[in-house]
């Protein structure tokens, strides 16, 4: 018998993680002891971050990645259900749901360590994605199989693709060629051209629209010949983590809404900055009236 379509708004595939989140007064140096002043525990990861913002936008979010079998998994799994995602398309198993510990000073900016242990990516045939219906797909590149076979499957059927290029890894450079949009970190920019400006022209070269998101100093694109620069929401920063993470989700929406060009650009910077007024990933992550509210 066949399975029931799943029609959604957009897809999210990647990396999944558990967040142990500490506020510190600054960071440690050598063989330095510090003393948190608060802790949080919470799911994390790019792609599975950019869902809970999709789902909390008030649309139709699903995550396609993995989560081990373990206590962190299992938590992390809830929190994505308790948040209205769609967890069909997540493969669970024995390896480790990885950690990130991520250390907090006052004025936002953070330190991470992450590890997977013995996790490797998916293999291509992992998820079934057969029934899938999607208005946007966004990916992380941290799935790299399945993100590629994805991706194809997008491009065939005429998908709007999102890439969050956070790095320069296997993953993210293997997607530039099959992605619409190329929403890149200024890290990104420099880990692939050395420049911010020489990586805009050369994304925009490969995709119809680019972005490079530059944190508290905003952001530039380009889309065909068109160029220009958003500066950022002036907001008190306590926490940068998951900022990037609600962009991409913001603008993945706001792409499946199909509002305007610099609409989606302001609606995804909107979402980023609002995140960055709370401690953790996951907690920051606006709502839907929290962005309507604060584009007012």
């Known amino acids: 018998m066949n399975q029931p379509t799943t029609c959604i708004d957009v897809l999210c595939v990647g990396q999944a993680t558990y967040d142990l989140i500490f506020s510190v007064p600054a960071h440690p140096g050598t063989d330095e002891k510090v003393f948190a002043d608060r802790f949080a525990g919470c799911g994390g990861g790019p792609a599975a971050n950019a869902a809970i913002t999709v789902a909390r936008l008030g649309?139709?979010?699903?995550?396609?990645?993995?989560?081990?079998?373990d206590l962190f998994g299992s938590k992390h799994w809830q929190e994505l259900l308790d948040d209205g995602v769609d967890t069909r398309f997540i493969v669970r198993g024995k390896a480790p749901t990885p950690l990130s510990a991520i250390l907090v000073k006052p004025d936002g900016r953070r330190a991470l360590i992450n590890y997977k242990g013995?996790?490797?990516p998916l293999n291509a045939g992992a998820v079934d994605y057969?029934?899938?219906?999607?208005?946007?797909m966004l990916f992380d590149g941290h799935e790299p199989n399945i993100s590629l076979q994805l991706a194809r499957y997008a491009r065939y059927n005429g998908?709007?693709?999102?890439?969050?290029?956070?790095?320069?890894?296997?993953?993210?450079?293997?997607?530039?060629?099959?992605?619409?949009?190329?929403?890149a970190s200024e890290k990104f920019a420099l880990q692939y051209a050395g420049d911010i400006h020489t990586a805009l022209r050369r994304l925009a070269e490969?995709?119809?629209?680019?972005?490079?998101?530059?944190g508290e100093n905003g952001l530039i694109w380009q889309r065909g010949n068109e160029q220009g620069e958003l500066p950022a929401y002036p907001v008190i920063a306590?926490?940068?983590?998951?900022?990037?993470?609600?962009?991409?989700?913001?603008?993945?929406?706001?792409?499946?809404?199909?509002?305007d060009w610099l609409d989606i650009l302001n609606y995804a910077s909107a979402a980023g900055a609002l995140c960055c007024t709370k401690t953790g990933a996951r907690p920051?992550?606006?709502?839907?009236?929290?962005?309507?509210?604060?584009?007012?």
Do not use: M, W
């Not at 057969?130 to 946007?136: D, F, H, T």
């Open 118 to 120: 013995a996790t490797r």
């Open 59 to 69: 649309f139709k979010a699903a995550f396609a990645g993995y989560l081990g079998d």
């Open 206 to 214: 490969t995709a119809p629209a680019a972005v490079i998101t530059l």
């Open 130 to 136: 057969s029934n899938l219906e999607a208005k946007v």
């Open 284 to 296: 920051g992550l606006p709502t839907q009236e929290e962005v309507q509210d604060f584009l007012r």
């Open 238 to 259: 306590i926490d940068s983590t998951g900022a990037g993470d609600a962009f991409h989700g913001a603008f993945a929406t706001a792409l499946a809404a199909g509002q």
């Open 159 to 183: 998908i709007p693709t999102v890439l969050d290029a956070g790095s320069v890894h296997e993953g993210s450079i293997g997607l530039l060629d099959l992605s619409d949009y190329l929403v």
